[in-house]
C-alpha cells in the first residue's frame, strides 16, 4: 500500500503532512449535542488562513425527529456550499458521516458554519461533530 506524505487540497496544491502541526487542528473535533434547539458549530475565520474540513457528521439520539425533515448546512462565511437533510423518517441510531479525502476550503478569512435546524420534538436529540484544520 502506497504511503502518501502530502494532502491534496481542494484548490489543487498541496500540503506535506509534516507542516501540519497539532496546533492547526481544533482541539478535538467540535462537537454538540441539541434537544429540540437548532445548531450552529461556527469557527470563526482568521485573516489569511484557511479552514480545511476534513469530516462531517450527524446522529440522531433518543426519540424520531419528527413531522419534518431538518436541514443540514455548511456555510463559507455567509455562502451554503453544503445542503441536505435529515429525514423526518429518522429514529435513534440513524446517523451520516461524510469524510473528505479531498478536504473542503473555506475562502481564506471566512468563519466556517454547520448548522441544522430544530428537530421540533423534545427528547429528539441531534449530535453534530466537524473535524477542522486550518493553513
Given at each position: 500500500m502506497p504511503r502518501?506524505?502530502?494532502?491534496?487540497?481542494?484548490?489543487?496544491?498541496?500540503v506535506n503532512l509534516a507542516d501540519i502541526t497539532s496546533a492547526d487542528y481544533v482541539t478535538n473535533p467540535m462537537t454538540i449535542v441539541s434537544d429540540n434547539?437548532?445548531?450552529?458549530l461556527t469557527q470563526a475565520g482568521t485573516a489569511g488562513k484557511s479552514w480545511y474540513i476534513a469530516y462531517a457528521n450527524w446522529?440522531?439520539?433518543?426519540?424520531?425527529?419528527?413531522?419534518?425533515d431538518l436541514s443540514v448546512l455548511i456555510l463559507d462565511?455567509?455562502?451554503t456550499i453544503y445542503d441536505s437533510v435529515i429525514p423526518k423518517t429518522s429514529i435513534d441510531g440513524t446517523n451520516l458521516s461524510m469524510a473528505f479525502p479531498?478536504?473542503?476550503k473555506i475562502t481564506a478569512g471566512n468563519a466556517v458554519h454547520?448548522?441544522?435546524?430544530?428537530?421540533?420534538?423534545?427528547g429528539s436529540q441531534i449530535e453534530a461533530n466537524l473535524g477542522l484544520f486550518q493553513k
Open positions: 502518501y506524505d502530502y494532502l491534496v487540497k481542494s484548490d489543487g496544491t498541496t434547539t437548532a445548531i450552529d446522529r440522531v439520539r433518543g426519540s424520531a425527529v419528527g413531522a419534518t462565511g455567509a455562502t479531498i478536504p473542503i454547520f448548522t441544522i435546524t430544530a428537530s421540533g420534538v423534545t
